[in-house]
């Protein structure tokens, strides 16, 4: 037996393991666009006799020997009750405005369909897999009733990442599924009810005294809350004091749905339903909980979970069967359910099977619903395990289904896209990422100078709000709304300040949510068919070069040109120097530095050539030839050719270049060097040592996509 410090002491080391796997994994599934919940459920699982109690029993008996079980119980039991009020806290009633009929039309029928198939389930499941001790009503009940969950945090994660919030798809999918929620959870509370008194008619009285406390908390309850958030009103803070009156309670509603007869989760879920969705107090409260809830107590919930989960109890074929079974059953029911009330409800065909796969995500929710279960004994430890691998299935499956049968290309405006027109003349686009509005003007106006009025050009500034990594408050549909919002003014009030009104019908901002702002940023570019990427950097101290993360990402996995710009205080775009040594970046810098000479009438651009042993005009590619030749010789007397000397001191002879310049366009070395996350030894050193204004470009493939060959002729061109 052990003594209570050694107790503390092993149920602290079997945290501290607890908490890095399960970060470790969930930022694995999170690389694999899984929600991190998956990865911390698969987490759990591992450390438990599925696989850890396998491969090693002796270790896995030695981190969660018995004695700390109850401990592990008693916290995992605290992060449901606190996360069951998070879930309560964001159903915000936003969710339930419009549509509302459809709404309950769809929840209610992908309810019933699902939870009916498992009743016929459990014909077949209930003498072969339950215990003998519990009732078939009870049996079925909870079947169906895990077989109808859809996971409410989960589902608005995933339409957050997908920015599918302020879409009809989204909004309806976040309608269904709060409604989902609360009639799914009022079945669970019914099957609790029935498995305690045995009987239909013995839960009656639970079911009245239910009642009376939701009619108690919707009222009383309710404008006690109001009086607090009145309070958070007039003091704008968040005192201690009012925390703890909060989470108080909390505890105490859930103790009393407890002593009522149903569960303390429902009592948590109620409290924070009942709160008052006032923006500040709502967003401030959940700030202060969910990190401590889902870094510390969930990740225990679920290892806790993963100690119950024996997928060595499907140890036969016939099992494994039975639990292809449970997975159909569970999917089909759902999808089907939702499909087709969704197309009697009028939604077209692509919409209605996207919004089935949204509802069929369980995830957490469907894993709280087993606990209890298996807690009341009325499913077994091997009905257990096939139901978390069906929770798993269903929540994976998720995103990689909606993405074909809803592609992003077709999210970005709910609608798809319209073909353009064969005889108009191709845009060049350029895509700006905008991180900070007020520190990136410069950013901004030089792709306005790129992209100029005389050819067909679009810039597109691009603000990613960036999403945690995690699927709490912080990024739910309403908080991400709230966030673009912000952003949506600051970049609003930058393009007013900076833009001629000529310009004005060639920016289309894009203001989007995500998880990962590089990857998304390069994503944007493929489907909006962006031809270049401008990105601002700033130049690091003495010679350490690196990149920064998300650069050097967007360099990395960007299919599409980038230019790297480093701003030295660029005041204006007189004097342009681009260094040309004949290969594809360099054709690309120069291509670039043409489009600014065409756009500014008084600009002139030095080209330095690097090649000593041949004329200047003969080291252009020919493609370069093609578009100088085609330039109206107003622009082309304002090419002036120079000749590097010494090659081999390239870097020297181009940064005494830069003083006399107010922009420098250099393409990287063919050494590019992202392995080691740096510009490359030619590009690093000049990125550090240019006296001007750098652009760096880098061309994403060989094949040629100059699209200056429509260059007008105009002599008088404007600029920004």
Avoid at 167 to 188: I, K, M, P, Y
């Amino acid at each position: 037996m052990m003594n209570p410090t050694e107790i503390v002491i092993h149920v602290l080391e079997a945290i501290l393991i607890v908490i890095g796997l399960s970060r470790l994994v969930g930022y694995g599934f999170d690389r694999l666009k899984q929600p991190l919940v998956i990865g911390e459920i698969v987490a759990g699982i591992m450390l438990g006799p599925s696989l850890l109690g396998w491969l090693a029993p002796s270790w896995q008996m030695g981190l969660f020997p018995p004695e700390i079980l109850p401990a592990l119980n008693v916290l995992s039991q605290i992060g449901l009750i606190f996360f069951m009020f998070l879930i309560g806290l964001e159903l915000n009633p936003k969710y339930l405005r419009g549509n509302l009929d459809i709404a309950i039309l769809i929840s209610h029928v992908s309810i019933l369909v699902p939870f009916s198939l498992g009743n016929l389930l459990a014909l077949l499941l209930y003498p072969l897999v339950s215990n003998g001790d519990v009732t078939f009503t009870a049996f079925a009940l909870f079947l169906g009733a895990s077989m109808s969950i859809t996971a409410f945090p989960v589902l608005a994660r995933i339409i957050t990442e997908n920015n599918l919030q302020s879409s009809r798809l989204g909004t309806l999918a976040l309608t269904c599924a709060a409604v989902d929620d609360v009639t799914a959870w009022c079945v669970l509370a019914m099957a609790i009810a029935v498995t305690r008194t045995n009987s239909m008619v013995g839960a009656i009285p639970t079911f009245g005294w239910s009642l009376l406390y939701i009619a108690f908390m919707v009222t009383v309850g309710q404008r006690f809350l109001k009086m607090l958030a009145k309070y958070y009103d007039r003091t704008k803070q968040l005192p201690q004091l009012l925390v703890a009156v909060i989470y108080a309670g909390v505890v105490t509603s859930a103790l009393i749905t407890e002593v009522i007869g149903i569960h303390f989760i429902f009592g948590a879920f109620l409290f924070g339903a009942v709160m008052p969705k006032n923006a500040g107090l709502t967003r401030e409260l959940a700030e202060k909980t969910e990190d401590f809830v889902l870094v510390f107590l969930l990740p225990v919930f679920f290892a806790y979970s993963g100690l119950k989960t024996q997928i060595g109890l499907l140890n036969t074929p016939d099992k494994w069967i039975l639990c292809g079974a449970v997975i159909g059953v569970a999917i089909i029911g759902k999808y089907v359910g939702t499909y087709v009330a969704a197309r009697q409800s009028g939604i077209n065909n692509r919409e209605a099977s996207a919004l089935g796969w949204l509802m069929n995500t369980r995830g957490l929710t469907e894993l709280i619903v087993l606990n209890i279960g298996l807690e009341l004994k009325v499913i077994s430890p091997l009905l257990f395990t096939m139901l978390v691998i069906m929770a798993l299935v269903t929540t994976f499956m998720t995103s990689p289904l909606l993405e074909w049968v809803y592609p992003k290309r077709l999210i970005r405006l709910d609608v798809v896209e319209p073909e353009v027109e064969p005889d108009r003349q191709p845009v060049y686009r350029i895509l700006v990422p905008v991180a900070n509005p007020k520190s990136q003007k410069g950013l901004l106006k030089l792709a306005l100078a790129i992209s100029g009025t005389q050819t067909p050009a679009s810039v597109t500034p691009l603000s990613l709000v960036e999403l945690q990594e995690d699927y709490g408050f912080a990024s739910t549909p309403v908080e991400a709304n709230r966030l673009i919002a912000q952003q949506q003014a600051r970049l609003q009030e930058l393009i007013q300040t900076i833009t001629p009104p000529d310009f004005q019908q060639r920016i289309h901002p894009i203001i989007e949510a995500s998880a990962d702002v590089a990857r998304k940023t390069a994503e944007i570019a493929e489907l909006e068919q962006m031809n270049l990427i401008i990105v601002g950097w700033h130049r690091p101290a003495l010679d350490k070069n690196r990149l920064g993360g998300r650069v050097g990402k967007i360099l990395s996995i960007a299919r599409t040109d980038v230019a790297v710009f480093v701003d030295k205080g660029i005041q204006q775009l007189d004097n342009l120097l681009v260094p040309y040594a004949t290969n594809i970046h360099d054709d690309l810098a120069l291509e670039v530095a043409l489009r600014l000479l065409v756009n500014l009438e008084q600009a002139k651009l030095t080209v330095l050539h690097v090649n000593s042993n041949s004329q200047p005009t003969a080291t252009f590619s020919r493609e370069i030839r093609d578009l100088v030749a085609q330039l109206p010789q107003t622009v082309r007397d304002r090419i002036i050719p120079a000749t590097c000397v010494d090659s081999n001191s390239a870097v020297s002879v181009i940064v005494d270049h830069s003083s006399r310049a107010d922009l420098t366009i250099a393409g990287t070395s063919r050494a590019w060097g992202l392995e080691r996350q740096t510009l490359g030894r030619y590009t690093d050193a000049l990125a550090n040592q240019c006296q001007s204004s750098l652009l760096i470009m880098r061309k994403y493939s060989q094949v040629s996509s100059l699209h200056l060959k429509t260059v007008l002729s105009q002599d008088q061109p404007t600029s920004p």
